[in-house]
Nanobody
Framework: QLRLVESGGGLVQPGGSLRLSCAAS????????IGWFRQAPGKEREGVQC????????TYADSVKGRFTISRDNAKNTVYLQMNSLKPEDTSVYYC?????????????WGQGTQVTVSS
């Protein structure tokens, strides 16, 4: 059964960068689109970006356009989220999830996520 584990979060100052990783085990990411989502305290979970099987990406959150980049390395069975010019409002728990296609429903359960805190 495919299992995704998020990592790479941490505390960063405004304007800084982080790269999140979404590593798969128990299966291959090749057959899936992978979405990054985030949930801030007291807010609903929202989609951030998604990458399809061929490497094309979709950005769901207008606030991250031009700052976040999603990529995938199928050889490493990993999807990345490069986050630049971070802002305090990016503070959230970030999750990745497989989808049959971007904008499609999430497959399986949420993982533990990785905390990103942007603060001076």
């Amino acid at each position: 059964q495919l299992r995704l584990v998020e990592s790479g979060g941490g505390l960063v100052q405004p304007g800084g960068s982080l790269r999140l990783s979404c590593a798969a085990s128990g299966g291959t990411l090749d057959y899936y689109a992978i979405g990054w989502f985030r949930q801030a305290p007291g807010k609903e979970r929202e989609g951030v970006q998604c990458i399809n099987r061929s490497g094309g990406s979709t950005t769901y959150a207008d606030s991250v356009k031009g700052r976040f980049t999603i990529s995938r390395d199928n050889a490493k069975n990993t999807v990345y989220l490069q986050m630049n010019s971070l802002k305090p409002e990016d503070t959230s728990v970030y999750y990745c999830a497989p989808q049959y296609y971007c904008s499609g429903p999430r497959i399986g359960s949420w993982g533990q996520g990785t905390q990103v805190t942007v603060s001076s």
